[in-house]
């Protein structure tokens, strides 16, 4: 299952109810929209020591793609 949501501090709000009672144990794996949306578009992830995307990159991408 797949949810976006907001961090705030130690917790996340999600825009969709998760289905789970409060106190049930989960296990999460969390990303941030902007790593999402690159992958979803077949741009990975830079190892460390790479050369960073930036934001005017992403920006540009954003434009072209229409999002």
């Known amino acids: 299952m797949k949810r976006q ?3 705030k501090g130690q917790t996340i709000e999600f825009d969709e109810p998760i289905g789970f009672p409060e ?3 989960v296990e999460t794996d969390i990303r ?6 690159l992958e979803r578009y077949g741009f990975k992830p830079i190892p460390a020591g790479g050369n960073p995307v930036t934001n005017e990159m992403v920006n540009e991408l954003r434009e072209e793609l229409g999002i």
Not at 32 to 37: K, N
């Open 32 to 37: 941030p929209i902007g790593e999402i949306l």
């Open 5 to 7: 949501g907001i961090v």
């Open 23 to 25: 106190g049930q144990c």
